[in-house]
C-alpha cells in the first residue's frame, strides 16, 4: 500500500470513532428518546404501532378519548397509534411523561408544532380547545401509554 492510501486510511477511522463518541454523547446528553422505530415498511394512512386498550377507564379520560377521537385521531390514529405520514404514535417512549410534560400538550394545541421528531411536517394550532379539554386528553393518552408500558 503506498503511504498516502495508509494515511487516508487512518484519517478515514479517526473520522469514523469519533462520530460514533459525539453521538454517544449526543444521546447521553439529551437523555431522552428520539427513535421513532423504523417507518420504512409502513405505507402511508398506516398505524405506527399496535397499541393495548386498557380495560377502563376513569371518567376523566373517556371524556378526553371524546375530544381526542374528534380531533387529533385523524393524526395521531386510533388509540393514539399514529399515522404514517400525518402524525405521530404517543405509544413511543418519546413522549414519556417526564419528556413531554402535560404542559406540552397545551402547548402543541395552542401553538402546533414544528416537525422535529417525525418526518410528517409541521402541526397546526388546534382551535376551539379549553385547558380542561386538553387535560382530558392528557389524562386519556397517559392511560394508554401506561398500558403499553410507557411511562
Ligand atoms: C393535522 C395533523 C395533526 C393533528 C390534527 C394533531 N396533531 Fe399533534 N402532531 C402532529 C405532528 C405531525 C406532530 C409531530 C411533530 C414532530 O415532532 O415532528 C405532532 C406532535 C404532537 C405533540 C408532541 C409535541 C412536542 O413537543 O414534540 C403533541 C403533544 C401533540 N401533537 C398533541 C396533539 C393533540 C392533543 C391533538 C388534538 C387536540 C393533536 N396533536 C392534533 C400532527 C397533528
Known sequence: MKSTTIIALVAFAAIGV????????????????TDT?????????DPIVSVR??????????????????????????????VMGAG????????????????????AVQNGVPSHHWPF??????????KADV???VAYVRALQKENGIK
Open 121 to 130: 411536517g409541521n402541526m397546526p394550532p388546534q382551535k376551539g380547545l379549553t
Open 37 to 45: 422505530g423504523d417507518l420504512s415498511r409502513l405505507k402511508p394512512g
Open 53 to 82: 386498550v386498557p380495560a377502563g377507564l376513569s371518567p376523566q379520560a373517556q371524556l378526553g378519548k371524546r375530544a381526542f377521537d374528534a380531533i387529533c385521531a385523524a393524526c395521531h390514529g386510533k388509540n393514539a397509534a399514529g
Open 88 to 107: 405521530p404514535t404517543f405509544i413511543n417512549r418519546i413522549y414519556v411523561p417526564n419528556h413531554h410534560s402535560d404542559y406540552a400538550f397545551w402547548a
Open 18 to 33: 469519533g462520530a460514533i463518541y459525539l453521538n454517544a454523547r449526543k444521546s447521553e446528553t439529551m437523555g431522552h428518546s
Open 135 to 137: 387535560e382530558n386528553i
